[in-house]
């Protein structure tokens, strides 16, 4: 099998682990292009799927996921990474912060990011930046990013979810 088919693989079966638990506390999952047509059809705890955004490079980009809970107060657009062999993808990593801090319209932005691939020092390198609020603005500093992995995910939305 060929490293990228390899990737794409284990990045899909991070999306469906993130579809998993969250339809599991009661989201219902949707395609964002059909929920913004006729959102009044739908409840208040979504999960919307490939939701855009214009990038800092001002093209069209996508999100894997947006969450939407009235329930529990909650808007975090979810950007999942996976890096399963070496690779280059780790080497994009401060374009995604970029885009989290300067292009996504949410608040809250989740970046769950896992596999054995990542260069040492890259997951550090983001979780440092994210910390350190680098390269953040006046305007942008207000922004909540959360850096998990799988596990951290399952954690966090076990104790987010059942209160």
Same mark, same amino acid.
Not at 25 to 33: A, G, I, N, S, T
Not at 64 to 81: A, D, G, Q
Not at 135 to 156: A, G, M, P
């Given at each position: 099998?060929?490293?990228?088919?390899?990737?794409?693989?284990?990045?899909?079966?991070?999306?469906?682990?993130?579809?998993?638990?969250?339809?599991?506390? $009661?989201? &219902?999952?949707?395609?964002?292009? *059909?929920?913004?047509?006729?959102? !009044? +059809?739908?409840?208040?705890?979504? @999960?919307?799927?490939?939701?855009?955004?214009?990038?800092?490079?001002?093209?069209?980009?996508?999100?894997?996921?947006?969450?939407?809970?009235?329930?529990?107060?909650?808007?975090? $657009?979810? &950007?999942?990474?996976?890096?399963? *062999?070496?690779?280059?993808?780790? !080497? +994009?990593?401060?374009?995604?912060? @970029?885009?989290?801090?300067?292009?996504?319209?949410?608040?809250?932005?989740?970046?769950?990011?896992?596999?054995?691939?990542?260069?040492?020092?890259?997951?550090?390198?983001?979780?440092?930046?994210?910390?350190?609020?680098?390269?953040?603005?006046?305007?942008?500093?207000? +922004?909540?990013?959360?850096?998990?992995?799988?596990?951290?995910?399952?954690?966090?939305?076990?104790?987010?979810?059942?209160?």
């Amino acid at each position: 099998m060929e490293k990228g088919t390899k990737s794409n693989i284990s990045g899909n079966q991070l999306e469906v682990a993130v579809k998993t638990v969250l339809t599991g506390k $009661r989201f &219902e999952l949707v395609k964002y292009r *059909v929920w913004e047509k006729n959102p !009044e +059809k739908y409840g208040k705890e979504l @999960l919307l799927e490939n939701v855009p955004f214009t990038t800092v490079y001002e093209h069209h980009g996508n999100t894997e996921f947006l969450l939407i809970s009235e329930k529990y107060e909650l808007k975090i $657009r979810i &950007e999942c990474k996976w890096q399963q *062999v070496a690779g280059s993808v780790d !080497e +994009k990593l401060p374009y995604l912060y @970029l885009n989290t801090i300067e292009a996504m319209p949410e608040d809250s932005i989740m970046i769950l990011i896992d596999g054995s691939g990542w260069k040492t020092g890259a997951i550090k390198w983001l979780k440092d930046a994210v910390k350190q609020k680098k390269y953040t603005t006046e305007e942008n500093k207000h +922004k909540e990013i959360l850096v998990f992995s799988l596990t951290d995910f399952f954690t966090w939305a076990n104790k987010t979810f059942n209160r």
